[in-house]
């Protein structure tokens, strides 16, 4: 995803179509994921976590890197829906082994678990922009990071085994569908602003740096990568801060820096200004996503794959509805207000913020035990 995102600026060239059209062709993604992320949680615990990763991360390259052969926007979104499917599944599976790790070390890591997603997209994007430079085509570009993902999903889990299951957790069977609750919903509003904002960071930077300021292709893609730089930095020292500080503290200063950085790229009178606000967009959005995950796989009133699922899929309605939304207010009120459209949602995350005070519960029978 971090080698597509600053080649759409290309791939919307190539396919002759303008922000709103490549807005409903990105939803092919979100469409694939709401489908997978609702209906496959009961099947992960029979297939194996190890599988589900070693299999599904290299076929989510594959098909990204054939969306990039799309001629038409309704074409990549049909390329794109099975990337998503892979995606939902991925999702499910990450976090959960995050929080059972998180409950045998008896102390927060889904933020850091979260910060290599934004490590591997800032290191994806800076590459990609560098490649974009040089004037190699996205297709050729995408099959070399098919490659690259293909041999390091090898690599790195070539020793992987699924962490047990935490001994508090919901042992009834699985529902068919992954119904969110009311907690679940009140945890989709307070990441709302940072679902959608992140989206917009990924999809839109580069053409708004294209559009705005007649950017080369290194700093368009550039600035889809800044987000990715500061969101990872801000995640790797998120989880020891939110022991400190609360959990609802941290997700409304994060909030008003989410706002802070969307107003400087909305009214931004130069690049320098803009690559700011991204980068303040990528701390905003760092740590409430994530929050909002170990609060519902903490719950114990159902398996804690469903409660996951469940917070997903509601949440990626964000990714659902925004694509279409944010290219739409780009095509009827300038490519600005993909960043500048969604500020009241920051304001609306600040209130519901208050679902993300659940603590982190101390291990049941577990002594201590040394990070790996």
């Not at 994060?254 to 009178?269: E, F, S, Y």
Request: glycine share 10%; proline share 5%.
């Amino acid at each position: 995803m971090g080698g597509m995102s600053p080649r759409l600026g290309d791939l919307q060239r190539a396919m002759g179509i303008n922000e709103r059209e490549l807005g409903l062709a990105l939803i092919g993604t979100a469409t694939g994921t709401l489908i997978s992320l609702t209906v496959v949680s009961r099947w992960l615990v029979h297939i194996g976590h190890r599988s589900v990763l070693r299999v599904l991360i290299p076929m989510i390259a594959l098909c990204f890197a054939a969306a990039s052969w799309a001629t038409s926007a309704w074409a990549m979104y049909a390329l794109l829906v099975p990337a998503g499917l892979c995606i939902g599944a991925v999702e499910i599976v990450v976090n959960l082994e995050a929080d059972r790790v998180e409950h045998q070390l008896g102390r927060r890591i889904m933020n850091r678990a979260h910060a290599f997603w934004s490590i591997g997209f800032f290191a994806a994007g800076m590459s990609g922009a560098g490649i974009a430079q040089l004037g190699i085509s996205p297709q050729r570009h995408l099959a070399l990071m098919l490659a690259v993902v293909l041999v390091l999903t090898v690599w790195l889990l070539r020793d992987f085994e699924a962490a047990p299951h935490r001994p508090d957790s919901h042992d009834g069977e699985a529902p068919r569908w992954a119904r969110p609750t009311r907690t679940t919903l009140v945890l989709v509003l307070a990441t709302l602003a940072a679902m959608v904002l992140e989206g917009a960071g990924i999809d839109w930077s580069a053409i708004y740096m294209r559009d705005v300021f007649g950017a080369s292709p290194f700093v368009a893609g550039a600035a889809v990568a800044t987000g990715a730089c500061t969101q990872s930095v801000a995640r790797l020292l998120a989880d020891r801060f939110v022991e400190r500080h609360q959990p609802v503290r941290v997700a409304r200063g994060l909030l008003l820096l989410l706002g802070l950085g969307t107003l400087m790229v909305l009214l931004a009178p130069t690049p320098a200004v803009a690559l700011a606000g991204l980068g303040l967009m990528g701390v905003g959005t760092s740590a409430i996503f994530p929050l909002a995950m170990s609060a519902a796989a903490q719950a114990t009133d159902r398996p804690a794959a469903v409660n996951v699922a469940a917070l997903a899929q509601t949440s990626f309605l964000a990714f659902l509805v925004g694509p279409p939304l944010l290219g739409w207010a780009a095509t009827q009120w300038g490519i600005r207000w993909s960043f500048g459209i969604a500020l009241p949602l920051v304001l609306l995350g600040w209130f519901a913020a208050g679902a993300l005070g659940t603590r982190a519960r101390a291990p049941v029978g577990v002594d201590k035990i040394a990070a790996p």
